[in-house]
């Protein structure tokens, strides 16, 4: 089966089911895992986003010129080049990925008439269960419900690992500037993972938020998980909230639990790899070890000081 996936995580669905073979055509975000570098590229953005701050990224974004799925292109001619049976995009987020609209628009002029798949989860339970619908889809149903039921054995195994503990207070960051909270499945993964999430409740589609509504909330821990910033990218960016008023008076700041994360590996995304990220969040907030040990690349303590 010809599969071209628009979003990265139906691109980490296809491989987590064994397809990978299949895949014809990806995003220029589908970064993982790493045999997809040689598959077809049929998106591009609109604006490079590692010329921009993080502010200056949100008013590209915000700007009249960029408007939903004009953020990104759509080669439509090489799309159909590529002669997809099935394809597999969102209706979830705008800024993430190709919209679903501009898609369906695309598709109609396609000869054959390719399948159609949104996928839109908002919490985790619905994450997982995409392993199921594409599963179904693709034609590996059988697949599909195995892998659904070993990444729930993997939750499972990590809300027993931390079970008991006193659980930290914690925000998570997912963009800079402007702040905003992140929501729809990331709050289960912190209570998974034996935490108390704050300002953002599970399959919430949150909005930007003051630094006052922090400063009130006095977490414990802070986790810094920027949407398609890497580890390191989110570094070179901490002064947008080192710099605020406040800032070393955060409990989270005093004790040294500013934590930065792989958000686009295990955060942001709405696959498989979500799981991961709920492993990784019972080592920065428990120091357990559920799954491969967590490197730095995954996590590691903001350093101390300004930027």
């Known amino acids: 089966m010809r599969i071209v996936s628009l979003l990265p995580a139906a691109t980490d669905i296809v491989a987590e089911l064994g397809l990978l073979a299949d895949l014809v055509g990806r995003t220029h975000e589908c970064d993982w ?3 997809v570098s040689g598959v077809p590229v049929v998106t591009s953005a609109a604006f490079s986003s590692d010329e921009l701050s993080s502010r200056e ?3 590209a974004v915000g700007g009249a010129a960029h408007r939903g799925s004009s953020l990104y292109g759509l080669d439509v001619e090489a799309l159909g080049a590529l002669a997809p049976e099935v394809v597999l995009t969102q209706d979830l987020c705008d800024v993430c990925a190709v919209s679903y ?3 369906s628009r ?3 002029v396609l000869d054959g008439g390719p399948r159609v798949l949104s996928l839109e989860p908002r919490t985790l339970d619905e994450v997982l269960d995409c392993l199921v619908r594409v599963g179904e889809l693709l034609g590996v149903p059988e697949v599909g419900r195995a892998r659904r039921a070993s990444a ?3 939750l499972e195994a990590v809300r027993a690992a931390v079970a008991g503990r006193p659980r930290p207070r914690v925000v998570a960051i997912e963009w800079l500037d402007p702040l905003w909270p992140a929501g729809h499945w990331v709050p289960e993964q912190i209570t998974a993972a034996g935490g108390e999430p704050l300002i953002a409740a599970p399959g919430e589609h949150t909005r930007p938020m003051d630094w006052d509504t922090v400063r009130a909330a006095r977490p414990d821990v802070l986790l810094l998980l920027p949407c398609g910033f890497s580890p390191r990218r989110t570094l070179r960016e901490r002064g947008a909230l080192t710099a605020l008023p406040g ?4 409990p989270a700041v005093r004790s040294g639990e500013v934590w930065v994360l792989d958000g686009p590996a295990y955060f942001n995304r709405p696959g498989p790899r979500v799981v991961r990220g709920a492993e990784v969040l019972a080592r920065v907030l428990h120091g357990v070890r559920v799954g491969d040990p967590v490197t730095e690349a995954e996590a590691f303590r903001l ?3 300004p930027a």
Do not use: C
């Open 33 to 35: 895992p790493a045999a």
């Open 303 to 305: 350093p101390p000081g």
């Open 152 to 154: 729930r054995a993997r």
């Open 57 to 59: 990224i949100s008013e």
């Open 101 to 103: 609209a501009g898609v």
């Open 106 to 108: 695309a598709v109609r």
């Open 247 to 250: 800032w070393s008076e955060l």
